[in-house]
């Protein structure tokens, strides 16, 4: 075998190698392009406004034995929101202040009952003639 077709081959050979894992390389950029997408898609957007209720998600939780309790601390009022989602809070019962990551965060609605209950007494059945 000729040394000089052996090295021509080991070159053809090493290019395709490299095209192959160039190819490989924008596959990976075009997957992860669209798996952001989707992701981003699916993030709500939260609103907060100074005043508001927010309640905070506890992450440590998890170490806690109890499986029913919840892992939303709360209410805070919500004292400033910064940008990049930065959003001060304020803990009425302690008079603490502090900043937190607005994924971590969500409106509180409360406990609102309904002003008016409106009851609906169910009549007896009209009485028919009877055979």
Known sequence: MDITKAGINRKLQLQE??????EAY????????????????????????????ALLYNSRLRFMPRKLRSRWEGPFKVKE???????????????ATFKVNGHRVKKYHGNK???????????????????
């Open 17 to 22: 190698l490299e095209y192959l894992r160039m």
């Open 26 to 53: 924008e596959n990976a950029q075009i997957y992860k392009e669209k798996t952001k997408a989707f992701h981003d898609h699916h993030i709500r957007k939260k609103d907060f406004q100074e005043g508001d209720e």
């Open 81 to 95: 929101v910064k940008p990049y989602g930065v959003v001060e809070l304020f803990d009425p019962q302690s008079e």
């Open 113 to 131: 009952s309904p002003t008016k209950v409106e009851v609906l007494l169910l009549e007896d059945a009209p009485k028919g003639k009877e055979a």
